[in-house]
């Protein structure tokens, strides 16, 4: 399966706009990676247990989206946005990534 950011593909033709296709993943980051994430922010470090925790929730966002579109027929996805989003409050936070294409047949 193609996936791309782009609206077209070098080399290939698309024959046929299968539709708008989508995959979403929320993963809580629990209160202990969160108050060592605050203590290497404090420090100018990089937290590695968020970039770990949002390298999952992308990965899983755009399986689901290949998946809708392999269920649709599609051979392609073109057009992929990815967004990022932080819920909650109050000791607890989630981690929240949407991915969302167009679904496409390809020569």
């Known amino acids: 399966m193609l ?18 296709v989508s995959g979403e993943a929320i993963l809580g980051a629990n209160i202990f ?6 203590i290497r922010d ?3 470090g990089r937290s590695a247990a968020y970039e770990k925790e949002l390298r999952k929730a992308k990965d ?3 399986q689901e989206m290949t998946e809708m579109a392999q269920s649709m027929g599609a051979n392609a996805v073109i057009g992929v ?3 990022y989003e932080t819920i909650g409050g109050n000791g607890t936070s989630m981690l929240m990534v949407s991915a969302s294409g167009t679904a496409v047949v390809t020569q």
């Open 3 to 20: 996936i791309t950011t782009t609206n077209t593909l070098d080399g290939r033709q698309i024959t046929s706009y299968l539709g708008l």
């Open 33 to 38: 990676k969160d108050f060592f994430a605050g």
């Open 42 to 44: 404090i420090v100018g």
């Open 60 to 62: 899983i966002a755009i």
């Open 81 to 83: 946005d990815l967004d």
